[in-house]
Structure formats: C-alpha cells, structure tokens
C-alpha cells in the first residue's frame, strides 16, 4: 500500500509535521491501518477513500502509531496536499468518524497551500484536579500560568487542554514523562495538552505533547490550533479575525500555522498553512 509522506505547516521547503497519507479505492479494516500507521511512525497518518454513497466526499480516518484519533490538523492538510495532487486544484469534503469537514488544496510551484474548515468548536473551564494533575506532569506552578488565558479544554473535533504560561523561557523548558502523560490524557480524554506562550494579541507560540498517541510531542497542531483559536473567541480575546502559531521551534522542526476566526461562536475555524512532500 502506498504511503505519501508529507509534512503540513512547513516554513516553505524545511520544518513542517511530517504525516502519512494513503489514498485507497477502499478504507482498509482498523486493524490494518493501525498496524500501518505504526509502521510509518509519523504522529498521525490520515486513510481516505471515496466515500460510499456521498458522491464527491472522502471518507478519512486518522491512526497514531497506538490509537485512532477522531481528528488530526496536519495530517488533513497533508491529505488536501495529496488531493490537489493526484486530482487538481479544489476543495474537497471529507466525512469523519464524528463530522464532516473539507480541506483544499492549491498548487504552488513545489509546495501546496493548504487550508481546512474544523469541527464546530467549544470550550469549557479546565478542572481543578485536572489542572493539578496536568502542572504536576510538567513540573509547573499556578504562578507559571498567563491569567488572561484560563487553564480550559477546548474541543474542535478532538479535546485538548490548553495551558497559557507567562514566559517563552516556561514554554522552552517544557518537560514530562511519556507514559505519565499517556495515563493523564487518556484518563481525562484528550488528544493533546496544548502549551502557549502569547506574544501578542495576535501571534502564538505552542507546544503539545501528544503521549495519548505514543508520540513525546507534535511539531505542528492543527486541531489544536483550531481548538485554541475556538477558545480564544470564546473568552473574547482580542485576536482581531486570525492568529498565527509558531510551533515546532524548541524541536528544530520550525512550524508556521495560519487560523482565520469567525466572530460566530462555535462556528469552524479555518486552519491553513502550506505543505511540502518529503523526498524520503
């Protein structure tokens, strides 16, 4: 089975979240496609085919190397980017185990620009015990974290956690153990744990520890993106329509992410960025 490796978000031809991307006439079982996935090793590898019935729409599932997610950012762009490849220039719906969405593709001399629409969005005020638990992990204090930006988790097709620190120097210093991670995020649900650094209304640095999928951290989000962007609006910050996310720097895996925001609450956020297909 052909495996498309691409990286999604790059800074034009370096950096990126590298993502696997196969195209089949037919979803493989479960089974196999988490075996393949794991085999790719990559933090997320997006299966799509024509979906049955639904004329025009791809049916997509997302595997990290130890689970299915219900929704990945980088691995949609990476698709739209094999999309536009294989069949031109378009936008294209894609049905997910829990929404539907589209991704659109656009060629652009060696790159492809690539943009998707997310699940509806929501938030809701992180726990305290979880907000406990999740400092523990990293080592944090509560005088660590931004107050403008409460600890909360926010949902756009998937729930992570979102942790506002202070410092650029917090966020570089970010630290945990794998599997401590995995029984955290697996016992309260989330994808990722998304770390920020605001360092403007309208510019982001992140981090995210995905260990729910075997993977330390992600270089670049775009679900968490999404979700984040999703919460700033819920808590009326002064983003001004659009963010931008600067993500994979402290991994030497140099992410840029675009994320346009609907003043509608709960409506979609559309995340862009562009994509580069790997040579190896």
Not at 36 to 63: K, L, M, Q
Not at 154 to 182: F, P
């Amino acid at each position: 089975m052909n495996v498309l490796k691409i990286a999604a978000f790059s800074d034009g031809e370096t950096g990126g979240n590298p993502a696997g991307v196969v195209i089949a006439d037919a979803l493989p079982p479960a089974a196999r496609m988490q075996a393949i996935a794991a085999e790719v090793g990559f933090s997320e590898t997006a299966f799509a085919a024509p979906a049955e019935g639904d004329s025009g729409s791809w049916r997509v599932r997302y595997f990290a190397p130890q689970s299915e997610v219900p929704f990945c950012g980088h691995a949609t762009i990476a698709l739209g980017a094999a999309l536009a490849l294989q069949h031109g220039d378009g936008v294209f719906p894609l049905v997910l185990n829990q929404a539907r969405i589209t991704v659109e593709g656009r060629r652009n001399a060696s790159l492809v620009m690539a943009a998707l629409q997310s699940p509806p969005t929501r938030s809701a005020a992180a726990s305290p015990a979880l907000l406990s638990a999740a400092l523990a992990l990293f080592g944090y204090t509560p005088e660590d974290l931004d107050p403008r930006i409460p600890p909360a988790v926010a949902h756009a097709g998937a729930d992570h956690l979102v942790l506002a620190l202070k410092t650029r120097a917090a966020l570089s210093a970010m630290h945990y153990e794998l599997e401590a991670g995995r029984q955290l995020m697996a016992g309260a649900g989330l994808t990722t744990i998304v770390l920020v650094f605001a360092e403007s209304a309208q510019r982001f640095h992140t981090r995210n520890p995905f260990a729910s999928g075997g993977v330390y951290e992600d270089p670049a989000t775009g679900a968490a993106t999404a979700a984040l962007a999703g919460y700033l609006r819920d808590i009326d910050w002064p983003h001004g329509g659009a963010i931008d996310v600067v993500q994979g720097e402290d991994m030497g895996m140099l992410s840029k992410l675009h994320a346009d925001i609907a003043p509608e609450a709960g409506s979609s956020v559309r995340v862009s960025g562009t994509a580069r297909v790997m040579t190896q």
